[in-house]
Every structure is written in C-alpha cells, then in structure tokens.
C-alpha cells in the first residue's frame, strides 16, 4: 500500500514538474497521439531552419518505426485568429506555394475510409503576403469564402491540426502562383464550392473540359475574365488546378505552359498501384507512410488490413464527436471498397486485383493526395509539419 | 508508452495539474474524454426534460456533483446490435428499483442509451481515449463536471435550450461535427462550455461538408445558456494585400 501510494506520488510529482517545463518547451501534442500509419516517414520532412518566432515552438512526435510528426506549436488562444497567420508567417516556417492540410486527428480509429483518408478532410494554398507593415499567411481555397488568414470561423475555429506540405516550387513559379492568387482573389464572385468529391470537373460534361488538363487551362481562363462561367471545384481539385499554373504567366497565357503537379499519366491519382511500384494511388497513402516508416512487408500488412482498412467504431453514435454527417456518408457508401482493399492487402497485393479494381476507378485528386505523393516521396512533394494550438 | 503518458496527462488535466501555470484555457472534451463527450452531447442540451433519477445531484461547499457514468462494454463480436450503452450508478440507485432504460438522441440521429445499475462504477479505470474500447470504463470527472453544472440548473431555466433556440431562430444541426469545450479561468475555475455544430441558423447555408455553423451554444457557470455567434476577428481586403514578389 505504501509503494503504490509512494508510485502515484511520484507519477503525480513527474507530471507536474513536466508541465511546467512543458509551458516553455511544449514536448509531444496529446491533440497528435493518433496511430502512427497517419504520419509522415521521416525521411519526407522537408529540411527547415529554425522558428523565426518565438511563439512557435518546434517539436518533434515519434511515432512507431521511422514515422513521426514535427509539430509547429502556436499559443491556443490564436486558433481560429488572425494572430495565428502572423505568427506562422514571422516563423518562416510557411511559406508562398505550401499546401494547408486539414489534419483531423479524432478520424483516427474510426472507420476505414477516414484512415486511407489520413485524417485529412480538406486542401488549401498558403501565401505570405503583407498588409502595410504587417506580414501573415493567407490562404487561398475552395470554398472561396475559407481564403483568410487562418480566420474564417466555419473552418477554422476548430481546426485542431494543419499539415504543411510544400511543392518543390522556384521563385519564379511562386511569383506566377501569386499573380493567379491575386487574380482569384479580386474575383471572388466567380468561383463556387462543389459539393461531389467523386466527380471531378472534366467529368461533369463541360463543354471543352474532358481532360484533367483542360480542368487547369479552365481555372485560367475563369481568373483571366475570359468567360462567364464560374470555376466550381471542391476543395483538392482547386489546389491542383491553380498549382498547375505555376509555370504560366497570366500575362501571356496560352495553355501551353499548364503542368500538373503530379507526375502522372493524365496528372491525377489512379486507385491501386501494385507493390506501390514507381507511383502511388489514392487509397495508398497508409501504404506509403508504412514503406517510408521502414515496416517489414509483414508488419506492413497486418497493419493495413487489421488497423486501417477496417472499421473500428461500429457504434455510429460514437461518431457524432468525430466527423460529420457528409464524412460519415461517404465512408459508409465506400464501406464494401474497403473490405476489397483489405482483401487486396491480405492477398498479397496482386497485380491483377489491383488494375480490376483501377477500372472502376475515376482518375481524381482528394485532398489527400498530396500527403500521399509525399509519403511516396514523388513530385517533390515534402512534409514541413503539423501546426496544432497547444501552447 | 507515449500514450499512457497521454491518457495519464488528459486525466491529470482534469484536476489543473498539466498545464498547470494560471491562465485560461480551453479542454476539448473530444479528445480527452470522447466517451464522455457522447455522453454530454446527449444529456445537456436536454438536462431540464431527464428523469428525476438522474437530474440527482448533491452539492458540496462550491462543487456539484452527480452519479458515476461508465461506458458499457461493447457488446459481444457478431452481434447485430450496434448501440453505446451507457451505465449509471448513484446513491439512489441502490434504494430505488430496476428503471427502464433512458434512450436520448445523441446529435446525429443517433441515439443512446444509459441504464441504472446498482453496481459501483467508481472503481472502474477512466475510459482510455484513444482505444476502442474493449472493457467497461468510467467517464471522466471533467465529464461529470459538465454534466453536474447542466443538471444542477436544469430546473431553474425557464424553457430550457430549446426556448432559446426558437427565440433567436436557430434549428439543430443533425450534419457537422459536434465538439465540447471546456474552458477554464486564470483561477482553473470552470467558466463556460461550448457546444460546437449542435445549431444552425435556420437559413444558414454550411457549403463544404467540415463546415461548422457560426453559432455555438454556451452553458456559463451559473447554469444559464446563451448563444455566441463566431465572427471573423479580422477581415482582409483583397485590394490591399501586398503578395512577396509585389
């Protein structure tokens, strides 16, 4: 009795002198304590200098095997605040041309789909920009009215976690990706929000958009004023599209300049790519977090078939606390996907199954996607870190 | 062993150990505590229409305090029935009789249900937040805080929520997320708890499907409920934006 007493004293006097260092040198975030196949491998981090600012602390959160977060730490009371693009802009930390990731980290041990999904729900582009003296991030996204610094209440207020990841951007790509932004921003009228995350725009019958590409030659001429019509795009598909123009001068647009940044057959993601060889599909990033985190071919399975392509919370009212409606709907419709995903691993990854599945498969870019090319080490994409409010 | 340290950390901050230096601060029930989050989503909204038995509270100088809620073990794999059973266990579950179940809505269409039982739940372990849970565990006292301060009132409040719902023209929202914020004073004193995405404004219009209505319903300390409405704290005109390379 007098041990455990003495033991729970000691625990207690552990935490307490911990959280007090912790106010200066926050450790690993709880608000991160996910399964460690929704982290980023080590090896795709991008190098960093050190934070600018103080009030952002950096840290790193080891996972299992070679995975792990590096978390950007800024003061809870800037979440949601105009303060916290401020400060993410002083730390040198964000800079133009970053893809923002909304990280969210309660979809963790939830159902199937949110966990090839990483947990990430949603894709925007950061710019440091500069209002008279006062330099902060603004992002730029679909929907249009989210495009603020780190303000707009309907998606940022409860925004626990943000991943960084950055395209392997020059000057003078970011200089054109700012004049676009400039562009969009001043109209704002003539873009909209699309709700069907499963059709993507050169699949909706427009006239003149049939490919991928013309989907980005599309947002040219919508931001150029050359058409009536508006750009409607869900929030990944926008992000694509205006980073395909990264080589494209507004002043001398021709079409010619349009790359996406995704070095594919048509520039969007496939489904299955077997043994992830040379590419990686959009159900693949689990997969590639668990290559880059140095699993073994067996661990790497028995991960993806016991912990991220199955539902673990089958009380649907356990959900209400963790995702919308909207999310709960498409994992519950890709339920039966899932279960031939599993399978898939489980087989052993057979080619075979791999392109039968493909061939149901639209060609399309989720929000995810990014992280998922990075994890696979492709497009130069890299991983900077996980912003959370914890400090 | 990192999440030990975790769950060990989210408990202590229940008691102001973590975190520890005297400012306010916010505790997002969803992560500390997403059993418990569940359980507050259900009862509070609805704390002024519960069954005697359950609005049974006692108060202590300052402190309120009400039964010991545990989340029930999951029920047997292969079986059909998919529910969050909920058990509940006070003084006067020990005198009084069996009592049928309570089934509440727990925000998503959903429902819930907790069952009195005479069994004592406060030894049970805290529920663990970041494990499905196997095994029966005990909400935490942070939940019971938030519980304890919504009953103590219910009474007291002519109308309830739903009144005040109607009187500013907001609806339930049966799409977004739903999250619990607790928020602390600089004295570690509880100062009000937010209920994020349980209202809307009736033509409110939510594009993409993380959004969160603007509206949140706030249960102060004194038990009384209000509406804040989340403004952007600053706008940024387009025109004025100096972009790097400008």
């Known amino acids: 009795m007098r041990m455990t007493s003495l033991l729970q004293f000691a625990i207690l006097f552990h935490f307490a002198a911990a959280a007090a260092t912790a106010q200066e040198r926050p450790g690993s975030s709880p608000v991160l304590d996910v399964s460690s196949f929704m982290m980023p491998p080590r090896q795709t981090w991008a190098p960093i200098d050190r934070s600018a600012d103080a009030n952002v602390v950096v840290t790193e959160n080891a996972g299992d095997g070679d995975l792990g977060f590096r978390v950007l730490h800024l003061r ?168 395909g123009l990264r080589n494209c001068d507004p002043a001398a647009f021709d079409g010619a300049c349009v790359r996406p940044i995704f070095a594919t057959g048509d520039g969007m993601l496939t489904g299955l790519i077997p043994k992830i060889a040379g590419d990686a599909g959009l159900v693949q990033g689990p997969e590639a977090a668990l290559i880059g985190g140095k699993f073994s071919n067996g661990e790497r399975t028995a991960i993806l078939t016991g912990s991220v392509f199955v539902d673990v919370l089958t009380d649907e009212s356990q959900l209400a606390g963790r995702m919308s409606v909207g999310h709960i709907k498409v994992a519950k419709e890709n339920r039966q996907n899932m279960k031939i995903i599993n399978g898939y691993y489980a087989a052993g990854e057979p080619e075979a199954l791999a392109l039968e599945m493909n061939n149901g498969v639209t060609g399309n870019v989720s929000p995810t996607s990014f992280l998922i090319r990075s994890n696979a080490r492709m497009d130069g994409l890299q991983y900077v870190g996980t912003v959370v409010f914890d400090r | 062993m990192q999440r030990l340290l975790s769950a060990l950390c989210a408990g202590l901050l229940t008691f102001g150990y973590c975190g520890a230096a005297a400012q306010s601060r916010e505790i997002i029930l969803n992560h500390v505590d997403p059993q418990g989050t569940l359980l507050a989503l259900a009862i509070v909204p609805q704390a002024n229409q519960l069954a005697v038995w359950m609005r049974e509270e006692t108060t202590s100088g300052t402190k309120t305090e009400i039964g010991q809620f545990a989340l029930a073990a999951k029920s047997a794999p292969g079986s059909a029935e998919h529910r969050t059973l909920y058990l509940f266990s006070s003084r006067r579950s020990t005198t009084d009789g069996p009592r049928e179940p309570l089934k509440l809505d727990s925000g998503l269409g959903q429902r819930i249900e907790i069952q009195q039982t005479t069994d004592p739940l406060s030894k049970l372990p805290i529920c663990e937040p970041h494990l499905d849970q196997q095994s029966t565990c005990r909400v935490s006292d942070l939940t019971r805080d938030v519980l304890a301060l919504a009953v103590r009132h219910a009474s007291n409040t002519s109308g309830g929520l739903g009144a005040l719902l109607a009187s500013r023209g907001l609806v339930t929202d049966n799409q977004a997320a739903k999250r619990v914020i607790v928020s602390f004073n600089d004295e570690n004193a509880l100062q009000h708890i937010d209920f994020v995405g349980i209202v809307r404004g009736k033509d409110e219009k939510l594009v993409a499907p993380d959004a969160v209505s603007v509206f949140v319903v706030r249960l102060n300390s004194n038990g009384v409920f209000s509406i804040i409405e989340r403004r952007q704290d600053s706008g940024v005109d387009a025109g004025s934006i100096k972009f790097e390379g400008e």
């Open chain 1, 76 to 243: 809870g009371s800037v979440k949601g605040k105009k303060q916290a693009a401020i400060d993410l802009a002083r730390s040198e930390l964000v800079q133009t041309g970053d893809i923002l990731l909304s990280f969210r980290p309660l979809w963790d041990k939830t159902l199937a789909y949110a966990h090839m999904q990483l947990g990430v729900s949603h894709s925007a582009i950061a710019f440091v920009v500069s209002v008279g003296n006062e330099r902060f991030v603004m992002t730029v996204e679909s929907p249009i009215s989210y495009s603020s610094p780190l303000n707009f209440p309907e998606q940022y207020a409860d925004l626990d976690a943000i991943h960084v990841v950055r395209p392997a951007l020059d000057q003078a790509q970011k200089r054109a990706l700012e004049k676009w932004a400039r562009l969009i921003m001043s109209n704002r009228g003539r873009f909209g929000f699309f709700t069907d995350y499963s059709l993507p725009m050169y699949k909706r019958g427009l006239p003149g958009i049939s490919t991928p590409k013309d989907q980005i030659r599309y947002l040219a001429q919508v931001a150029l004023g050359q058409t009536d019509l508006r750009f409607e795009s869900f929030c990944s598909e926008f992000v694509w599209s205006l980073l």
